[in-house]
């Protein structure tokens, strides 16, 4: 296990000294909390936490260590890792690396030994905010507090361009126990930051899949002749992107069947006439309750997300589909009468809930009924 000193700073000016648990070295970015109880290599590989500083409640982590084939692109994304205590020791036949080598290896700092517990309630009580970790044998704590200050914040940020894939690319690969049906349709899939399973519960239905960089025009993606357009996931601020606003109204003009989450769906929403704001803290967890307006049913539903639509300026011809029991934002939206809909959290978790899948039924409806 790593003895190296490390010290979690907050703008505030609050510090935390642990052990480090990864590189040495100094980062800064926004400090979040993140709920859920397992799936801690796939949060590190979600493009989604770009820039940010992950902290996990639960209080023991790494016991399953790190392997290949759990991850959700195809690197760590997010600035560094908080917890609480790691593992001595790792218990599963995929096991590669334990999660101070994964993140050693991937050049990510992470901070242990500190009261997560009352990092968690700071967050929640004054908001999303800035901080730096610094890990080494000297430390000097005005320094991190400087760093933390330093980073600018996720408002007004474009990351979705940082993170997308560079270029094009055909994807066939399902789930585990995915089930390959017969489609002839063909998605294509505008990446702002996609995570992998997402694709794999694509391709589970037999769709003929190609990933298109944030950028693409409307032009590019209506020469692959797509029967629906899925907007992905992402990180940082929907407003900047402009590019991808400018797109997605193109395809709306067309009534081109549209599913979009977190990102996709704040953009979506943009692109229908509404506006997003910063939250407070944000949602980032796999234990979230998300109600469906039209039959009253509660999902358990993954999130991870700090931006969120705001309701009173959705036009009448959008209507809210879905909302958090937690704080009542909205969590789904749809037209009244266009092929377009959207889901703020993941329904394709990893890690988290499958309730709400059936969301990726609807989507192939609207693609039959436009056909």
Not at 36 to 60: C, F, N, R
Not at 160 to 170: G, K, L, M, Q, W
Not at 233 to 253: F, H, Q, V
Not at 278 to 295: C, E, R, S, Y
């Amino acid at each position: 296990m790593n003895k190296k000193k490390a010290v979690l700073a907050l703008a505030d000016g609050t510090v935390f000294e642990g052990k480090s648990i990864g590189a040495s070295g100094e980062i800064n970015g926004e400090i979040v909390f993140n709920t859920s109880m397992t799936g801690y290599q796939e949060i590190l590989t979600d493009p989604s936490y770009a820039k940010q500083i992950v902290t996990l409640t639960y209080p023991h982590i790494g016991n399953t260590g790190t392997n290949h084939e759990d991850t959700e692109s195809n690197h760590i994304w997010c600035s560094g890792l908080v917890v609480r205590s790691v593992s001595q020791t790792e218990s599963n036949w995929r096991k590669e690396d334990n999660l101070s080598e994964y993140l050693e290896k991937h050049n990510i700092l992470g901070i242990s030994d500190i009261d997560t517990r009352k990092l968690t309630r700071i967050i929640r009580t004054k908001g999303a905010q800035s901080a730096s970790i610094f890990a080494g044998d000297s430390i000097d704590l005005d320094s991190a507090i400087n760093k933390a200050k330093a980073f600018e914040g996720l408002s007004g940020m474009d990351l979705a361009r940082e993170v997308t894939t560079p270029e094009s690319y055909e994807w066939c690969e399902g789930t585990w126990r995915g089930i390959k049906e017969e489609s002839t349709s063909k998605i294509a899939v505008l990446d702002f930051g996609i995570k992998n399973n997402i694709l794999r519960i694509l391709a589970d239905r037999g769709y003929s899949l190609k990933v298109f960089p944030a950028k693409t025009t409307f032009e590019q993606i209506m020469k692959f002749n797509p029967d629906g357009v899925f907007l992905s996931n992402g990180p940082g601020d929907p407003e900047p992107c402009k590019y991808a606003i400018d797109t997605i109204t193109k395809l709306i003009d067309i009534d081109m069947p549209l599913f979009g989450i977190c990102l996709g769906h704040q953009l979506l929403a943009i692109s229908l006439g509404g506006k997003t704001s910063k939250m407070k803290f944000g949602h980032h967890g796999a234990n979230h309750p998300v109600q469906d307006l039209k039959n009253m049913k509660v999902s358990v539903s993954s999130q991870n997300h700090g931006f969120t639509v705001d309701e009173n300026s959705l036009p009448r011809t959008v209507q809210v589909t879905h909302k958090s029991l937690f704080d009542g934002t909205i969590q789904g939206i749809e037209h009244t009468s266009k092929p377009f809909f959207s889901f703020q959290g993941h329904p394709e978790a990893s890690p988290g809930p499958h309730d709400l899948k059936y969301l990726f039924d609807k989507f192939e409806d609207n693609i039959i009924n436009n056909a």
